[in-house]
């Protein structure tokens, strides 16, 4: 059983959109992320970098042919923060009740 | 700081979530055209050796390789922008994709060779044009079954 524990970090609606993502895949492509939840490059960078610091994600950076390619990972400290966090969520939601369930 | 939450952000928060990790999921679903496409490209290449004359048996090779390259080589490099994460598919989905493939060979070589035992002319495009129609009918539906469990399975469950 996950013990629910709300996360700020992964909170924001960004860096949830990103962890969203990423906690569907093994791994991601940066463009893929980029596109998907609509930011700039260096606003990505800027969110994969505070994940990264907080240990949540692992970039990777390699070469398919000559043309650099990025890609990002959840970890499992980041993946178990994640179901810890959608868990504190599903809890503030039945504490209310029904009413609030989104459509 | 949850404590601030109020039910319905969080509410939202979890339909974000759903929405986002559907997006993944999405992209690992083969398009209905491919199907369509590769049943053609098999009745095609069927039909070509068929006819025994060695430069439309030629063309009809020539076309199935660049056809299957082209058509699978689109759908592999859209899944290559992300991997799926393999527990979302679990052992359910795999079983459904390896029943698929033998029902739709096994189907096809039974039907290939039961015309052929019968005396029934072209027997090898029968039984690829009934392959043709498994996939083209069975392909989506398989799409369909695998993205229904993969949505259940995923963080947060189904809706």
């Known amino acids: ?103 | 700081m949850s404590e601030q939450v109020r039910p319905d952000e969080a509410a939202k928060a979890l339909a974000q979530i759903r929405d986002r990790q559907e997006q993944v999921i999405n992209v690992t679903v083969v398009p209905v055209w491919y199907w369509w496409a590769v049943g053609a490209l098999m009745v095609g290449f069927a039909a070509a050796v068929d006819t025994r004359r060695p430069a439309v048996v030629g063309v009809g090779i020539g076309v199935f390789v660049i056809g299957i390259l082209a058509c699978t080589g689109w759908v592999v490099r859209r899944a290559l922008q992300v991997q799926v994460r393999g527990g979302l598919l679990g052992a359910g989905g795999i079983l459904l994709i390896l029943g698929f493939v033998a029902v739709v060979v096994g189907a096809s070589l039974a039907v290939a060779f039961s015309l052929q035992a019968a005396g029934v002319p072209g027997p090898a495009l029968a039984g690829n044009a009934f392959g043709a129609a498994c996939l083209v009918v069975g392909g989506p539906l398989l799409m369909g079954a695998l993205r229904r469990i993969m949505l259940a399975n995923r963080t947060g469950g189904t809706r």
Do not use: C, N
């Open chain 1, 1 to 103: 059983m996950i013990k629910p524990r709300f996360d700020e970090l992964i909170h924001a609606p960004t860096r949830l959109a990103i962890v969203s993502l990423l906690a569907a895949s093994e791994w991601a492509e940066f463009k893929f992320v980029r596109d998907s939840v609509g930011l700039s490059d260096s606003a990505l960078s800027k969110q994969l970098t505070t994940l990264e610091e907080a240990g949540y994600v692992e970039i990777r950076k390699g070469f398919v042919g000559k043309r650099p390619r990025t890609s990002a990972k959840l970890t499992s400290v980041g993946r178990a923060a994640f179901e810890q966090h959608v868990v504190a969520l599903q809890e503030i939601v039945s504490k209310a009740g029904a009413s609030v369930l989104p459509r």
